[in-house]
């Protein structure tokens, strides 16, 4: 049993980590997109113990393979995607450990997001706007599809609820 | 002024640090090669204020752009090369606060490379294939120079000292 103190992993998940907030298309939604929430946290093998310490430690989430397919990448990835989860168990650590670079403005869109979601707020016309800029103002490095492509499409949704 | 948690900086670092050891050909070295041994850690600008709160707190080093050529690349850079402030300061440091993942195990060949330099042991041929046995089992992914390549031309020099 290793003694890791809270802030090591608040300074590894300020290097490492990631809090993101993807919009990807889906037939299931009406607006025909699908907001989605994750934490996570990349690493190669040797810091796996890293990912399964920190994964004890916030009490939520899993590792699998980051490229299962590759036989080049053999890194490993720990996730929590679960609304709940995040809500209750990862964004309150980092409120009690928090991130020092410019990640935390990340982090707090990221909250934000989720607070909405939890309210519900993501199925109103207004929520769905919100959070889209939200996550467009984070600081993600590639976008598949473009907010404007989003606003336009949303626009011909009649009712997103 | 923020109050960092060391360990949040050993946290840091194990996700984003490196501890390298060098041997590079050196006209000005007997046997044709130099040792260097360095501690860098790189960051975005969004990181910038970790690596200036890194540099106060262990009290060395100096930041830099990571590539100042490039336009693409912003990233900087903060180095720690003077074998005293290795010895003094960055490796005291990471004693107290230590690294979890594999990566502790460079740490500690890193320590030990800075020591048999402190110890002038570097400039004999002895401690140089000590020191080149642990630089090349350090998970460094790049080396220009094979250890063979190395070790044949230290072995055409007749003495180190």
């Not at 399964?52 to 990448?73: E, F, V, W």
């Not at 997001?113 to 996550?135: M, P, R, W």
Request: charged share 25%; hydrophobic share 35%.
């Amino acid at each position: 049993m290793i003694n890791i103190p809270d802030s090591y992993f608040s300074g590894f998940v300020d290097g490492e980590g990631c809090f993101y907030v993807g919009i990807v298309p889906s037939k299931f939604n009406k607006n025909g997109f699908q907001i989605i929430t994750e934490f996570h946290v990349s690493q190669n093998p040797r810091g796996r113990i890293v990912l399964d310490q920190l994964k004890n430690r916030l009490g939520c989430g899993y590792i699998k393979p980051n490229h299962k397919a590759s036989t080049d990448d053999v890194s490993l990835v720990l996730v929590v995607k679960d609304n709940k989860d995040l809500k209750e168990k990862v964004i309150p650590f980092f409120l009690k450990n928090p991130l020092i670079s410019g990640k935390y403005q990340d982090f707090l869109k990221f909250k934000e997001t989720v607070e909405l979601i939890s309210q519900g707020e993501h199925l109103t016309d207004q929520g769905f706007k919100l959070i889209l800029d939200l996550a467009y103002s984070m600081n993600t490095t590639h976008r598949r599809i473009p907010k404007g492509v989003i606003l336009s499409r949303l626009k011909s949704s009649q009712a997103i609820r």
